[in-house]
Structure formats: structure tokens, C-alpha cells
């Protein structure tokens, strides 16, 4: 069975990091491109970023460009989102995904929810 | 950005009722558009992909259609545990976008 583990949320001041895990079962990690989907409170859903199977490639939605990092370890199964200079508007729950090309995402974690207040 | 409009917001079926969410896109995805279904307090779950093909373990009386621009799902007969939020979302380019999501609840 597959499954996606989040963990990392937590309250944090505007201006401060934090770093997102997810951990994966139930299939061949290395296989699959993974990416972060975010969703604000009573909000719709919205991309975050994405990572190749390699971790040689990765996407960012504009808001987030230079502020948030995606990686990955193979060896570990686990996928990580580092966000800097974290923003009120960053206050959402955030899903790990795996990714089916072209870009669909086919799995999802249960969610860490991450809230940006001062 | 390739914008997706959904509708409608929200819309109330009864039990055995057919009912259709519409997503339009700002420009033409090729049929790399997929649907969701969110649960409350659940994370979302992949119902469709490429348009019209059904995700492993979906129920029969869910379908996608459309082409181009246009693509709907369908749900053919409504049952209890199909309430819920659905969302539409392209693949075609980056960044994916989604919908902004059609609530369904039983009438």
C-alpha cells in the first residue's frame, strides 16, 4: 500500500524556517517525480513545487521561488520542503504528493498543517 | 498561467440523481486534465486522469469527458458517500493550476 507520512507543522513567527518531511512506502520512491501541494484554510488547492526522480530538477511556483527548497533522499525514501522567510500567507496545510507524468498527482499524504503567526 | 474555471460552486443532489461539474480552461490542455474528490477533513483523493480515464478502485459511476477547453465530470447516481469537494486540474504546462473547486452535498 502506498503511503505518504508528513511531519514538521507547527506554529512559527513571519520570518522564521521550517522544514517538512515526508516520508514514503509501499513503492519504489526513487521511481517517482514528487511534489508539495499547499491548501489555506477553507481555501482550494495550490502547487508548490516539484522534484524529479533525481532530484536534479526542480519547479517552483513564483511566490514561493527563492524561499522554499524541495529535496529528496533515495536512500531514505523521503521527501523534504524547506521554507525560509516564512510569510502569513504561507499558512496552510501542506500535502506531499507523488507525481504520474505528465503531472498528475496520484497519491497524497495526509497533510501537516503549518500556521505563520506572530 | 493556464486559469481553470469551475462550475458550479456548489450544487445539492439527491440520493440516485446524476449530476456534472464543468471545468473550462484558458487555453487548450489536450486532455491532460485530472479530477479529485476531498472528503472533509480528508486529503484529496484522484478520481480521473487524462480526461476520461478512471483511477484504479474509482466506482463505475464516475466519468470524465471533454476536449480542448471543456471538460466535465459526471457522477452517475448520486450515493451518500459521494459528498464532497471535487477539484479539476491541468497537467498539460507548468505551473499546474486547479479549479477552485465545486462543493457537493445530498439534497
Known amino acids: 500500500e502506498v503511503q505518504l507520512v508528513e511531519s514538521g507543522g507547527v506554529l512559527v513567527q513571519p520570518g522564521r524556517s521550517m522544514k517538512l518531511s515526508c516520508a514514503a512506502s509501499g513503492f519504489t520512491f526513487s521511481s517517482f517525480p514528487m511534489a508539495w501541494v499547499r491548501q489555506a484554510p477553507t481555501k482550494g488547492l495550490e502547487w508548490v513545487a516539484t522534484i524529479s526522480t533525481s532530484g536534479g530538477s526542480t519547479y517552483y511556483r513564483d511566490s514561493v521561488k527563492g524561499r522554499f527548497t524541495i529535496s529528496r533522499d533515495n536512500a531514505k525514501s523521503t521527501l523534504y520542503l524547506q521554507m525560509d522567510s516564512l510569510r502569513s500567507e504561507d499558512t496552510a496545510t501542506y500535502y506531499c504528493?507523488?507525481?504520474?507524468?505528465?503531472?498528475?498527482?496520484?497519491?497524497w499524504g495526509q497533510g501537516a498543517s503549518v500556521t505563520v503567526s506572530s | 498561467d493556464i486559469q481553470m474555471t469551475q462550475s458550479p460552486a456548489s450544487l445539492s443532489a439527491s440520493l440516485g440523481e446524476t449530476v456534472s461539474i464543468e471545468c473550462l480552461a484558458s487555453e487548450g490542455i489536450s486532455n491532460d486534465l485530472a479530477w479529485y474528490q476531498q472528503k472533509s477533513g480528508k486529503s484529496p483523493q484522484l478520481l480521473i486522469y487524462a480526461a476520461s480515464r478512471l483511477q484504479d478502485g474509482v466506482p463505475s459511476r464516475f466519468s470524465g469527458s471533454g476536449s480542448g477547453t471543456r471538460y466535465s465530470l459526471k457522477i452517475s447516481g448520486m450515493q451518500p458517500e459521494d459528498e464532497a469537494d471535487y477539484f479539476c486540474?491541468?497537467?498539460?504546462?507548468?505551473?499546474?493550476?486547479f479549479g477552485s473547486g465545486t462543493k457537493l452535498e445530498i439534497k
Open positions: 504528493t507523488r507525481i504520474l507524468l505528465p503531472h498528475v498527482m496520484d497519491a
Open positions: 486540474q491541468q497537467s498539460y504546462k507548468y505551473p499546474p493550476t
